[in-house]
T-cell receptor, first 112, second 116 residues
């Protein structure tokens, strides 16, 4: 199984600012996924981050709003830019491991 | 792209009863169907999964069935206990190379409440 950590675990931010979320995995993985879970909702994929290439964004998500870095096989960052209250969500990174996918503990973001 | 529909959105049962949650998917190329349990404030945890080469899988009180022709799969929990109360999500994915699966498309979730 993969052990995943995220920083910060939670944050409260002012609208118009940006927050960078870090995801660290204890093993090398090719693919990392970033999901958003809005309050009381399901998980929605934001983008797939592959090391050495540009992230692939899902419909409705754009790089200017959610820039992603993937500098190596164990680490990725997701930035939530120019935040508004609608960005208040839990952001989770996920990696495949063995025959399943594992999720990080999530970052709970509140935008005022 | 893939679309996963999940029903019901809420389910309330008495302890000891069975609970069934159903999902349908749209992409016939999907071949991996996990179920996650998410307790309040925690990350989703895999409880059972099924691949398209089997029709049923069981793990103690939990079972999953898959009908590829109809493109639907179901989660069955028997002898429910209060600690089974949580949000359950179904998901669909397809092979991304080797034994790894790619992105997950989630259903809307089912809030299961088991009353003592």
């Amino acid at each position: 199984s993969a052990v995943i950590s995220q920083k910060p675990s939670r944050d409260i931010c002012q609208r118009g600012t940006s927050l960078t979320i870090q995801c660290q995995v204890d093993s090398q993985v090719t693919m990392m996924f970033w999901y958003r879970q809005q309050p009381g909702q399901s998980l929605t994929l934001i983008a797939t981050a592959n090391q050495g290439s540009e992230a692939t964004y899902e419909s409705g998500f754009v790089i200017d709003k959610f820039p992603i870095s993937r500098p190596n096989l164990t680490f990725s960052t997701l930035t939530v830019s120019n935040m508004s209250p609608e960005d208040s969500s839990i952001y989770l990174c996920s990696v495949p491991g063995g025959n399943e996918q594992f999720f990080g503990p999530g970052t709970r973001l509140t935008v005022l | 792209g893939e679309n996963v529909e999940q029903h019901p959105s809420t389910l309330s049962v008495q302890e000891g009863d069975s609970a069934v949650i159903k999902c349908t998917y749209s992409d016939s190329a999907s071949n991996y169907f996990p179920w996650y349990k998410q307790e309040l404030g925690k990350r989703p945890q895999l409880i059972i999964d099924i691949r398209s080469n089997v029709g049923e899988k069981k793990d103690q009180r939990i079972a999953v069935t898959l009908n590829k022709t109809a493109k639907h799969f179901s989660l069955h929990i028997t002898e429910t206990q209060p600690e089974d109360s949580a949000v359950y999500f179904c998901a669909a994915s397809k092979n991304a190379g080797g034994t790894s699966y790619g992105k997950l498309t989630f259903g809307q979730g089912t809030i299961l409440t088991v009353h003592p």
